[in-house]
């Protein structure tokens, strides 16, 4: 009976070992969509809207808009190109997405660090990181954590802080989809 309850402690241990492994590497996730929202603070003003992001290792697609998708905004990011469908007719596209948020924004978010910063981890691509008191700074950006929620076995942020070179960013997800 020992060796019985002996070998279903160690099966338990090792999912649990699994489990604890597999939620402190989200950005070893493929695909996953989050919808929510954004808030954003610059000098050019503050704005609110509606979130949805979807990733796969191609390209990542973005939706923002107002209350009833009032300026609806679709964004996609595919290695260093960008293209903006801003609705009626309005299309941008660019090799250099970051200089084209600065003049579509009036500020600049390195969206390839974004897509890891959302899930709660740096960059991989990007060798200086350091902690900080609440979280870890990249590239000059302060990332925050404040609630993770768990979503098929891993532990995602809720709610997300990023702040840097004059903009604060919060998003808040209310669903996570993990697809791999």
């Avoid at 609705?87 to 090799?95: K, M």
């Avoid at 532990?155 to 070179?165: E, S």
């Amino acid at each position: 009976m020992s060796r019985l309850l002996w070998l279903f402690l160690m099966l338990a241990g090792c999912a649990s070992v699994q489990e604890q492994s597999k939620t402190q590497t989200p950005s070893s996730i493929r695909s996953w969509s989050m919808d929510g929202r954004i808030g954003v603070q610059s000098s050019e003003g503050a704005w609110q809207a509606n979130l949805y992001w979807e990733h796969d290792p191609a390209q990542d697609r973005l939706r923002i808009s107002g209350p009833l998708n009032q300026g609806l905004v679709s964004i996609v990011v595919q290695k260093d190109l960008i293209y903006v469908n801003e609705g009626d007719g309005v299309t941008t596209l660019s090799r250099d997405p970051d200089a084209m948020l600065r003049q579509r924004l009036g500020f600049a978010i390195p969206l390839t660090s974004l897509r890891y910063w959302v899930l709660g981890v740096s960059d991989p691509d990007e060798a200086s990181v350091s902690l900080s008191k609440a979280g870890f700074r990249q590239l000059g950006w302060e990332v925050v954590v404040d609630e993770l929620t768990p979503v098929s076995g891993w532990n995602l942020p809720q709610k997300l802080r990023v702040q840097g070179a004059g903009v604060r960013l919060k998003i808040l997800a209310d669903t996570w989809d993990v697809k791999g």
